[in-house]
């Protein structure tokens, strides 16, 4: 039940092409959901984050669609670019209880010039 | 101002021997969490500490250990390293004990030989 499944695990889009990463939840508790993009041999970092109440949150090119009622949430990348190029995690938490990060596996994203 | 620091950035043990991690949190961010990441999938958590009291722990072996001090720094220390141990070991600094913005540092790169 803490799982967060992600998919796909790996993405090649054309330059100024849309890219789009799934992932799911099981866990009703979970109320936020951050996003975050990893290059080679460096940490996370935040991209945009959502919580449950918001069905659609946008900054810049990056958007997140979260559909509370199927449990699942999607980061969708606009007009996307070669630098966008890593591996993107999302990650679900609670705000009470014990503070923890719970991460799917990845989506490497690769964009083609 | 400087994000999250973690030392050192690189490191190479033998099976059996033991190491400390070290990690600066972003100024002012009182909470700090040390996460586990395996080469291809997403960080794992082993802690989290807030006002230099533990606050939640992953499902680690109780080789693993942490602590955080008056000003808010954090060592996260292994002992008898096993094969399995060698991972990106990230740190994350949050204002406080609620996951909202949580700043990841470059990681701690260890490998056990």
């Known amino acids: 039940q803490q799982q967060v499944k992600q998919s796909p695990q790996s993405l090649i889009v054309q330059k100024g092409g849309i890219s789009i990463i799934n992932c799911a939840y099981e866990n009703t508790a979970f109320d936020y959901f951050p996003w975050y993009q990893q290059f080679p041999g460096k940490g996370p970092a935040l991209l945009i984050a959502?919580?449950?109440?918001?069905s659609e949150k946008k900054e810049g090119r990056f958007t997140i669609s979260f559909n509370k009622s199927a449990k699942q949430f999607s980061l969708h990348i606009m007009d996307s670019q070669p630098g966008d190029s890593a591996t993107y995690f999302c990650a679900a938490s609670l705000t009470s209880g014990t503070y923890k990060y719970i991460f799917g596996t990845g989506t490497r994203l690769k964009v083609l010039a | 101002d400087a994000g999250v620091t973690q030392s050192p950035t690189h490191l190479i043990k033998t099976r059996g021997q033991h190491v400390t991690l070290r990690c600066s949190p972003i100024s002012g961010h009182k909470s700090v969490s040390w996460y586990q990441q395996v080469l291809g999938q997403g960080p794992q958590f082993i802690f989290q500490y807030y006002e230099k009291e533990e606050r939640g722990r992953g499902n680690f072996p109780d080789r693993f250990s942490a602590r955080q001090f008056p000003n808010y720094s954090s060592e996260l220390n292994v002992n008898a390293l096993l094969l399995g141990d060698s991972a990106l070991y990230l740190c994350a600094s949050s204002l406080n004990y609620q996951y909202t913005e949580a700043f990841f540092g470059q990681g701690t790169r260890l490998t056990v030989v």
């Open positions: 959502i919580r449950p109440d918001v």
